[in-house]
């Protein structure tokens, strides 16, 4: 009974940390896609002023950031998890198989490499996304520089 009971939490484990994970990866590239696309049908000459631009040039993007931050924390929560599982499997084992210990540390790993898979893009992303903003701004500054001058 309590190994059926380890070997679910290991499961939901697996599926808890990983499936976050991939929703994480999944909103960051629907919010990307709706920004490059927002980015190209954006008129500045439509905007009087550079605040309410910037407001909504920067739009979801912070979320952006916060998963490109956090999705290495997620991964190493269910790195710490899966370890502490494997090593409460050991403690209550009779006997200790090195190829199992193996086994369940690798797939512990397994997570923590995930949360760098989700974390890399979504910092190239937002990388991507901030200097689209600031050409967007610059645009917006010339023109009113250009309606100044006239």
Do not use: C
């Amino acid at each position: 009974m309590e190994k059926n009971i380890l070997a679910y939490s290991e499961t939901a484990l697996d599926y808890g940390v990983i499936g976050l994970l991939v929703l994480m990866s999944i909103v960051t590239l629907w919010l990307f896609i709706e920004r490059m696309m927002f980015y190209s049908t954006v008129d500045v000459e439509k905007y009087t002023h550079r605040d309410i631009l910037e407001m909504d040039l920067t739009n979801n993007i912070s979320v952006i950031s916060a998963i490109g931050s956090n999705a290495p924390y997620v991964g190493l929560l269910g790195t710490v998890i899966g370890i502490m599982l494997t090593f409460y499997t050991m403690g209550d084992a009779s006997a200790i198989d090195a190829k199992k210990i193996m086994v369940g540390l690798a797939l512990a790993l397994k997570a923590t490499a995930m949360g760098l898979i989700v974390a890399m893009p979504a910092i190239v992303a937002y990388t991507i996304l901030l200097r689209k903003v600031e050409k967007i701004l610059t645009i917006f500054d010339v023109n009113q520089e250009e309606k100044a001058s006239n």
